[in-house]
């Protein structure tokens, strides 16, 4: 036949208009047949997700609180609070304005004070390892059942204060409270006055203390 096609012209042609389609999918996916923006925000896509870069840092209110679980600076810092949750952690400045009842000034160099650890509280605050309820250890909370029996110098008996062995009891909050006032009632019972002195030399405490 006349009109047949060279095997070769037909592979060329083949590959001609495949390169062809390729650019010209490439070229409405770029964008390329578009004349250049002079202002490029103008036709900018959905920009919704900038408003979360411009609020990461809003707060609804702050408090002031110490620092002491970390070590013994006891700084003091601002939680910022945003719904109900402590979103972030920083420092109070203004250390160098300062002034004790003696008149003494702190230097000013103390500013910024907040250290890695103050900053990552708030992991703390809301880790999944976190203890939310009130814990006594099983020993002290039957010593407080038991109505604090002590010796004859005063000291608890030993099994009631198994430290790093002991089991843990959950107690509510009411009862926590009950239980840390009675033991600072009791300790103060028992250490007052000439028995509470008598106590004290038994435990072969310093006389001077």
Not at 131 to 137: G, I, T
């Amino acid at each position: 036949m006349k009109n047949e096609i060279p095997r070769r012209e037909f592979l060329a042609l083949l590959s001609a208009s495949g390169f062809g389609a390729l650019v010209s999918s490439s070229v409405r996916a770029w964008g390329l047949q578009n004349p250049a923006q002079m202002n490029p925000l103008a036709s900018y896509p959905d920009r919704n997700w900038e408003r979360v870069y411009r609020d990461l840092w809003k707060y609804d209110s702050t408090f002031t609180f110490l620092c002491a679980p970390n070590d013994t600076h006891n700084c003091i810092l601002n939680a910022y609070v945003r719904q109900g949750v402590v979103t972030r952690i920083g420092p109070t400045m203004r250390y160098g304005e300062a002034v004790d009842l003696s008149g003494n000034r702190v230097t000013a160099r103390w500013d910024p004070r907040v250290c890695q650890k103050g900053l990552a509280l708030t992991r703390r605050f809301y880790g999944d390892r976190r203890v939310n309820q009130c814990m006594v250890r099983a020993g002290f909370h039957k010593w407080y059942k038991e109505g604090f029996p002590r010796e004859p110098d005063g000291l608890p008996k030993r099994e009631y204060f198994n430290r790093g062995r002991d089991q843990w009891v959950r107690v509510s909050h009411d009862e926590a409270a009950k239980i840390v006032a009675a033991s600072l009632k009791n300790i103060a019972e028992t250490y007052s006055g000439e028995e509470g002195k008598r106590r004290l030399r038994a435990q072969h405490y310093d006389e001077e203390v």
